[in-house]
């Protein structure tokens, strides 16, 4: 198809005002709009170029992937016609028509239009083609806004925030620490909000007037980049889990793809959007709603690409664009008040560049200071970091050498795989080793086409008729391994075993209600082939050992902790992930008082509170935490470590947790080194 005309048509000129008709009135149009524009990227930069230059818009536009974000700066005229063209098949196509247009002055009040164009950086149009709309790196690439939280209105964000409870709501900031640190939303106690009871919004809804309760916190994700959203939110997956989350931004775009982020990888369902932003709830409520300080926006810097001064009645460039007067930053030097980059000057970190909030005087002082030590600013976060760093013991001498001890039909690789995160995170404490258990499984397409012949078999027998084996033989799969077994893959393995009473037990519920109630737990079945595991673990020690400790997850946690209990030698602490006693391989007590294990132990278990908590062979979350338990409880409980958790991972990597993994390996590596 042919480009659309670069110029618009001599009627719509007249209509619409030519270009550079200094007489129109001066706009700002901010908009973005996600739509699939992957492979015509360039050609919609170009229907940019033709389009705005045609009309006399500068500013800036970025176009990516999925979607393109555009600051534009005109006459009214041709800013309106801009956005009837934009749903031409050559630009954004069908996906124009769900786009919120939003319109702001343009020019200040003084009509000093030149040197507010230049102050806000818009004075020429810069096009630019993207990776992604918002750069929300490769651990977001799953998450679409098709998967993006529901979009409320300023009036419905207002009165979900006015009802929530810290109990049950959760603001999330998806914005940068320096822009939430001059201006954020912040829900007052509930006694302020029933007092303030005529404080109805524009919508009319009223505040609560329910009992009084800790008010929804604001989360205000100390990260410098978008980029850092993702791993902010996992560190604090366990502040969002269960919680209704409302989370918002400046003008809208960022929390389509955050949002998308929470409720994909985080499982985090219950999760909202301000539809619009901080913008539109401005617009809307002005200084009389729940948003604090000042908005940040970006007008006088080229580089990025969100906001501009909308209704904010204030001069962009500033680094505020409305909000409250009231200063919710203070000054990075004194802690006095302040909510304001421009006074004298925009300051950065001497470290990372980020923004810091400084008060005049201060700014006085370290410009006079700039060239001694010292005199440059550290943000709050190189500060923390640093701050990390001076408090984190020095790193042990050697890694702590671990075995890992998969679980029911995995293997080694299997479980290689599912640790690789932790592995990166505790990488510089132990070295993982994993082995595999002795015993192979059918897959279940083997024990499937098992069955189909076993029933062929038998039929042939009751007719007479020749049997045949061999016919359709199973096919090889990836074999999957486990460390105890039933009866039946015993025999399948083994050949014949001698009735055992004692270690059929579990396998049937003929027995009574005792045996029924054993049979409950799946593993309880499996009690053969603990001889030929533990020896196979003594090959493995001497052959690829020696080892300080040796790590399970659930039949592997229950094998891990028979075989610590029994080789104290061999390994001198236990971490069991999801794990239970099996009967066919008890902890060995061989503590002082006779009753427990006296190895140093790490616990790590679900509570089975998480929705789908479902653990090993189908056990509910709640089985598998008791039995976990009572693992737990067969180790000392003096240099006994227990993580419980709410997600259904096997090894939670949050901060939290990852915080008593170091803190118990770092001692187990301290009691290494000194024995
Ligand atoms: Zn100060
Ligand atoms: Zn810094």
Not at 21 to 38: F, G, H, I, S
Not at 193 to 215: I, K, Y
Not at 308 to 320: A, M, N, P, V
Not at 574 to 602: I, N, Q, T, Y
Request: proline letters at 5%; one cysteine or more.
């Amino acid at each position: 198809s042919l480009p659309p005309p670069a110029q618009p048509m001599a009627s719509d000129a007249a209509e619409e005002g030519a270009p550079g008709d200094v007489d129109a009135t001066r706009q700002v149009l901010l908009y973005y709009c996600y739509a699939p524009l992957a492979g015509r990227e360039r050609d919609v930069a170009r229907w940019y170029e033709r389009d705005c230059g045609a009309r006399g818009l500068v500013g800036r536009v970025r176009v990516a992937a999925d979607g393109a974000n555009a600051t534009l700066r005109g006459s009214e005229r041709q800013l309106r016609a801009h956005q009837r063209a934009l749903g031409c098949a050559e630009a954004l196509g069908t996906a124009a028509a769900g786009v919120d247009f939003k319109y702001g002055p343009g020019e200040a009040a003084d009509g000093a239009d030149g040197a507010l164009a230049a102050q806000c950086g818009v004075d020429a149009l810069h096009v630019r083609v993207t990776g992604e709309l918002v750069t929300l790196g490769p651990r977001a690439a799953r998450a679409t806004v098709a998967d993006a939280g529901v979009h409320l209105s300023a009036q419905e964000w207002h009165a979900l925030a006015n009802a929530g409870t810290a109990a049950d709501t959760v603001l999330i900031d998806a914005r940068n620490a320096y822009e939430s640190a001059i201006g954020r939303f912040e829900v007052p106690a509930a006694e302020a909000r029933a007092s303030a009871g005529g404080d109805a919004g524009p919508g009319g809804t009223p505040a609560p007037t329910a009992a009084v309760e800790r008010p929804p916190p604001t989360l205000t994700p100390q990260i410098r980049q978008m980029s850092d959203f993702a791993q902010w939110a996992e560190d604090n997956e366990r502040a969002l889990r269960g919680k209704r989350c409302l989370m918002y931004c400046t003008g809208g775009v960022r929390c389509e793809r955050a949002s998308a982020y929470l409720r994909k990888e985080l499982g985090v369902l219950d999760c909202y959007q301000l539809s619009g932003g901080v913008h539109r709830y401005l617009d809307a409520y002005g200084t009389r709603g729940l948003f604090r300080g000042k908005l940040f926006v970006y007008d006088d810097r080229l580089a990025t690409d969100y906001g501009t001064t909308l209704g904010g009645g204030e001069h962009c460039g500033r680094g505020s664009g409305g909000g409250t007067s009231e200063a919710v930053g203070e000054c990075l030097g004194c802690g006095a008040p302040c909510s304001d980059y421009a006074v004298g000057g925009r300051q950065r970190c001497g470290k990372c560049r980020m923004l810091v909030v400084a008060c005049a005087a201060c700014n006085g002082a370290r410009a006079a200071a700039a060239d001694q030590a010292g005199g440059q600013w550290e943000c709050a976060l190189c500060a923390a970091a640093a701050a990390e760093r001076a408090r984190a013991p020095p790193p042990p001498q050697r890694r702590l050498r671990v075995l890992c001890l998969h679980g029911f039909r995995q293997t080694g690789k299997q479980l290689r795989g599912r640790l690789a995160k932790l592995r990166g995170k505790l990488g510089d404490l132990v070295d993982f080793k994993f082995a595999d258990a002795p015993h192979l499984l059918l897959s279940p397409r083997e024990w499937n086409e098992r069955q189909r012949a076993r029933r062929r078999l038998e039929c042939a027998d009751e007719q007479g008729g020749p049997k045949d084996e061999g016919h359709n033989a199973p096919a090889p799969a990836a074999p999957r391994r486990a460390w105890l077994v039933g009866r039946e893959d015993h025999e399948r393995l083994y050949g014949p075993v001698r009735a055992s009473p004692e270690r059929d037990a579990g396998a049937g519920a003929e027995g009574g209600a005792e045996d029924a109630a054993a049979a409950a737990t799946v593993w309880a079945a499996q009690r053969y082939g603990w001889e030929q595991s533990l020896a196979r673990l003594d090959e493995v020690t001497a052959a690829a050992g020696p080892f300080d400790g040796v790590l399970g997850f659930s039949q592997g946690a229950a094998v891990a902790a028979a075989l610590a209990s029994r080789r104290p030698e061999s390994f001198s602490f236990v971490v069991l992930a999801s794990g239970f006693e099996s009967p066919a391989a008890p902890v060995v007590a061989d503590s002082a008082d006779g009753a427990v294990s006296a190895v140093p132990s790490l616990h790590i278990y679900g509570d089975g509170s998480a929705e789908g908590d479902v653990g090993y062979g189908g056990a509910d979350g709640a089985r598998v935490a008791r039995e976990a338990e009572a693992l737990a409880a067969r180790f000392d409980a003096a240099s006994r470590v227990v993580v419980r958790h709410r997600c259904g991972h096997i090894m939670p990597t949050d901060k939290e947790a990852l915080v008593v993994y170091r803190k118990f390996l770092l001692g187990q590596a301290a009691a290494t080194a000194s024995s």
